[in-house]
């Protein structure tokens, strides 16, 4: 690896026109270089580790005449991606898993280092001798709208129709080879003799082998038609639409496209500026359900009152709007479901022996039942928020709390059918999940002379429940789901570890694996002294965290601008089972540094302060399974960006206005964890902090 990567990017934007013709142009190019190294052995192939894309968006607006307006934009993107075949994300997890000392990376003569053990999966050699891959996608984005004021009918009566159409298109470039790696499998015989027995596997590959297929191909258009009226009677104003919408998406496989349908009429009345009632009426269907309930009816309604505009508020001269306002509405997903659900389906590798000679007669036989009444998962939401602005609108707030009902969610049939019947349900519409929360914002800005400063946070909590998941009778209450939050993690309860062979016998039995002194020891929960899955039980919190945070500043003096971003999370439990260094030399792995910096391993000597199981290359059931003793609080305070420019004026330059920034991204987190990123745990690419410098012209 080198100790640093490198991210270029270069960004163009051009706008002009006139009051009939407007135009907005970006163009992005970025580059980015990883830090592994390339291939400098085999000029035949490329592994430089890159990701490089150019992007170039352009937004027209015209007026065709006074009563017909057009609008297109357009959106190219090309990418390509280089590296070794084998994978960045599968070079670090070989980083992880292969100890240093197992063999050399190279020997004398050139050839690899390996093993029997770890056979040719050399980190070194991976990244430079076992070929390359080359992804390159191109993106075509487009849309056009074109509408017509209909005054000439009514006034405030308008019509549109709008088209966008997709297409996302990738392939693949590979070469690939092979390469010799050898062991010394070096032994000291009794009289101090060091003895050698090479052994050679694998060959050098004179030849590269080389593909270029399709890798995926995804076309998407949308169509919608809409009638649209807005018109003002005195202090009545009146608005509605009517809409039809349809999305498709189809890609290159069997059953993998999705189309929707729709059907959308919307209201609203507002009275003087000060009351405002809204009505949607959406008639959508999938391409999922069955022919005859495609469809289904989704109503919602919402409701606003500008309390500051009432004649009341006129003497409280702070407040310069405050905004209170409701909803209530049934929305559908489709999002989960997938084609053919509601069909039955069959096996054709079912057979029997017939005959004399009992041969095998290959046949058929019923799959899983089809979902029946298969529906879209459903959303039931009511929101109750209002929203603040006073002293000059220097304050701002909001704050809207919400409870969700999802239901008709696809969830297992096989828990509640009987296998006496012979065949099983693969899914039901039965999955039952409750939400309940609240989102808050609040922001100052002001000025003092050429200072000007701004504070800005914000915060989301959420609270779920479990409500149904068709789970299978339980023999003990604590082992149900239902009511525990949604992502709500389980275990058994750790208590110790095993100091002796005598602590074993006298304890429950465990039945995950043979336990040894140094073994993680559990607690029997309920009482039938064995250890098993009857014994798992709810501890500490949810994968889905309970509170969202975040925190900005702003600040600007004459020429000088600075801006701070921060972002947090807490309320969500991660586990060290999923970070490469939590199961150490298990399966002949690696260990870290940081593994034997953070924790003290099990040993007859250290067992009164040991914080870690035993050390074992063999495999372990009973240790590495959920327990008390991985789960972690995943909470953590990021400084996600941090800025600080100085802008040279046109006069000063003569040719531009000119910015000149530096700029850092995750420069730091405070947590819980301190070896790793609570958000990566299970990530191999390691997490980065990345410094920026640059200017920006501005002519």
């Not at 580059?31 to 400098?40: C, G």
């Not at 984005?141 to 996302?168: C, H, M, P, W, Y």
């Not at 919408?245 to 189809?250: A, E, T």
């Amino acid at each position: 690896m080198n100790k640093a990567g490198f991210t270029h990017n270069l960004k163009m934007s051009f706008n002009g026109g006139g009051e009939k013709f407007r135009y907005f142009t970006v163009v992005d190019y970025y580059r980015d270089r990883s830090m592994l190294k390339k291939n400098t052995e085999d000029t035949r192939y490329d592994t430089t580790p890159t990701d490089t894309r150019l992007t170039l968006r352009t937004n027209i607006d015209a007026d065709i005449t006074e009563s017909t307006h057009m609008k297109v934009g357009l959106v190219g993107k090309l990418q390509e991606y280089r590296g070794t075949r084998y994978g960045r994300t599968n070079i670090f997890r070989n980083i992880y898993n292969t100890p240093s000392a197992a063999f050399p990376i190279r020997y004398e003569n050139g050839i690899y280092g390996g093993s029997s053990v770890y056979g040719a999966n050399n980190p070194v050699a991976l990244l430079k001798n076992y070929g390359h891959i080359r992804n390159m996608y191109g993106t075509l984005l487009a849309d056009l709208s074109l509408r017509q004021d209909l005054d000439v009918l009514t006034k405030g009566l308008g019509a549109e129709v709008a088209v966008s159409f997709d297409n996302i298109g990738g392939m693949y470039e590979t070469s690939s080879k092979s390469y010799r790696y050898m062991n010394n499998s070096a032994s000291i015989t009794s009289d101090g003799t060091l003895v050698t027995t090479p052994t050679m596997w694998g060959t050098d590959s004179e030849t590269l082998g080389h593909s270029q297929p399709f890798e995926s191909l995804i076309m998407r258009s949308d169509f919608q038609a809409k009638v649209d009226y807005n018109r003002n009677f005195g202090k009545h104003q009146v608005s509605g639409a009517l809409i039809y919408d349809m999305q498709s998406i189809v890609e290159d496989g069997r059953n993998r496209s999705r189309k929707n349908q729709s059907i959308l009429l919307n209201a609203t009345y507002t009275y003087d500026n000060r009351y405002s009632i809204n009505a949607v009426i959406n008639h959508s269907g999938s391409a999922y359900l069955p022919d005859g309930d495609k469809f289904t009816t989704y109503p919602a309604v919402s409701a606003a009152w500008i309390a500051s505009n009432e004649a009341f508020m006129e003497n409280i001269t702070p407040i310069n709007l405050f905004k209170i306002r409701a909803s209530y509405g049934l929305s559908g997903w489709d999002g989960n479901l997938s084609h053919e659900l509601w069909r039955q389906s069959y096996i054709g590798n079912t057979g029997y022996n017939f005959g004399v000679n009992a041969g095998y007669i290959g046949g058929g036989s019923e799959g899983d039942l089809p979902v029946i009444g298969l529906v879209a998962e459903k959303s039931t939401k009511a929101t109750f928020g209002f929203d603040v602005e006073a002293f000059d609108n220097r304050l701002s707030a909001t704050v809207e709390g919400f409870y969700e009902k999802r239901s008709d969610m696809l969830v297992s049939g096989a828990n509640s059918t009987s296998g006496i019947i012979g065949i099983t349900v693969g899914q039901v519409n039965e999955g039952v999940y409750k939400y309940k929360g609240l989102d808050a914002s609040l922001s100052w800005n002001d000025k003092i002379g050429d200072l000007h400063y701004g504070i800005g946070a914000s915060m989301s909590y959420l609270n779920s429940k479990v409500v149904n998941v068709n789970q299978e009778y339980q023999e003990y209450n604590y082992l149900y789901t239902k009511g525990n939050r949604v992502g709500q993690m389980y275990g058994l309860e750790a208590i110790g570890f095993f100091n002796s062979q005598q602590e074993i016998n006298n304890s429950p039995q465990q039945t995950f694996s043979t336990v040894a002194p140094g073994d993680v020891k559990y607690k029997d929960q309920n009482g039938d002294n064995v250890i098993d899955e009857k014994d798992v039980v709810k501890m500490f919190g949810s994968s889905v965290p309970r509170f969202y945070f975040g925190f900005n500043l702003n600040l600007a003096y004459k020429k000088f601008e600075l801006s701070a971003d921060f972002q947090g999370m807490t309320g969500v439990t991660v586990s060290l089972l999923n970070s490469p260094l939590y199961q150490p030399l298990v399966n002949n792995g690696n260990i870290s540094n940081t593994f034997l910096n953070e924790e003290v391993y099990w040993t007859p000597e250290n067992k009164a302060n040991a914080t870690m199981p035993r050390l074992t290359t063999q495999e372990n059931l009973n240790n590495y399974r959920s327990s008390s003793l991985w789960y972690r609080d995943g909470s953590f305070l990021k400084l996600r960006n941090l800025l600080v420019s100085y802008t040279f004026s046109k006069s000063q330059t003569r040719f531009a206005d000119l910015k000149v920034f530096v700029q850092g991204t995750n420069l730091f987190s405070l947590d819980n964890l301190h070896f790793a990123d609570p958000e990566q745990l299970s990530v191999a690419y390691p997490s980065t902090r990345s410094y920026w410098a640059g200017v920006k012209l501005n002519f």
